[in-house]
């Protein structure tokens, strides 16, 4: 049976390792830690069988060069600056892993070539391996792409994902987000309750990941720039009313990359 854990590293990211009982063989998502993927091996008795990539940031590649062999798959974005990378591609791509096949998205924004991968089973959610494009109640900042390319970006998740989607993004940033989320929109009841349960979580030492795009259109702001009270939040902050959905969201991303 498919197994999907998550190892702790770098800037609270989110190894995400795809393994099952039977199969010594793992792959690994974004590996920014070799030392926390050896140990997590070494403890599992596991073995590398390939590397799947979001994008090109340090915090989601640096433990590739210590981690792999010369013979090991390394699927990544096909035009990304990562050295390492050996399987290219593009959107709409498959990647099989024996036990999960994915389709490919690319959605710029956080940087120009990010990509996701998308399971859609015969049987159970599909699955969202999303990287730093969006996170649970919020997004990624935008390091060499544009708020319009992450705005789309974001809005076709919203709009072509099935509601019991599950999202499996890159960083434990929930918490901060929802504080941020209950700023620009107070009386959101859905992401007070969320809070709550992730401040549960979080006490016990669980994590707030996978999230559901269903849920996420209820409470991350990034998702719901069309909401009248997010645009009186973005009037009163910078004194100008956004005209459309996509000033929103560049406002948005511009108070949350200022907000303490």
């Known amino acids: 049976m498919l197994q999907i854990s998550a190892i702790s590293a770098c800037i609270q990211n989110y190894i995400w390792i795809f393994h099952t009982d039977s199969d010594k063989k793992v792959w690994i998502l974004d590996p920014g830690d070799a030392k926390a993927v050896n140990t997590w091996l070494k403890h ?3 073995e590398l069988a390939g590397v799947l990539l979001t994008h090109h940031h340090w915090d989601h590649v640096n433990g590739v060069e210590k981690i792999i062999n010369q013979h090991t798959p390394v699927f990544g974005p096909a035009i990304e ?3 390492l990378t050996n399987q290219f591609l593009s959107e709409g791509d498959t990647v099989d892993i024996g036990w999960l096949k994915f389709r490919v998205l690319e959605l710029h924004g956080h940087t120009q070539h990010h990509v996701a991968y998308l399971c859609t089973p015969d049987q159970g959610p599909s699955m969202l391996f999303c990287g730093d494009i969006l996170f649970s109640a919020g997004c990624g900042r935008l ?3 544009t708020a319009e390319q992450l705005f789309y970006s974001l809005n076709r998740l919203k709009n072509e994902l099935p509601d019991d989607t599950l999202i499996y ?3 434990e940033y929930t918490l901060d987000n ?3 989320a209950l700023t620009v929109e107070p009386n959101n009841a859905s992401a007070k309750a969320h809070q709550e349960h992730c401040l ?3 006490e016990q030492g669980l994590r707030t990941v996978p ?3 269903d849920l996420e259109k209820r409470i991350n702001p990034f998702l719901r720039c069309d909401n009248p009270e997010i645009n009186d939040r973005c009037e ?3 004194g100008k009313k956004p005209q459309n959905p996509k000033e929103c969201f560049a406002a948005l991303r511009k108070w949350k990359d200022n907000f303490i």
């Open 211 to 213: 999230s559901r795009i």
């Open 169 to 171: 993004c890159g960083h």
């Open 143 to 145: 390091k060499q792409g």
């Open 200 to 202: 549960r979580l979080t």
């Open 81 to 83: 600056p990562f050295h």
């Open 236 to 238: 009163h902050h910078f």
């Open 178 to 180: 929802l504080r941020f």
């Open 44 to 46: 599992n008795d596991k």
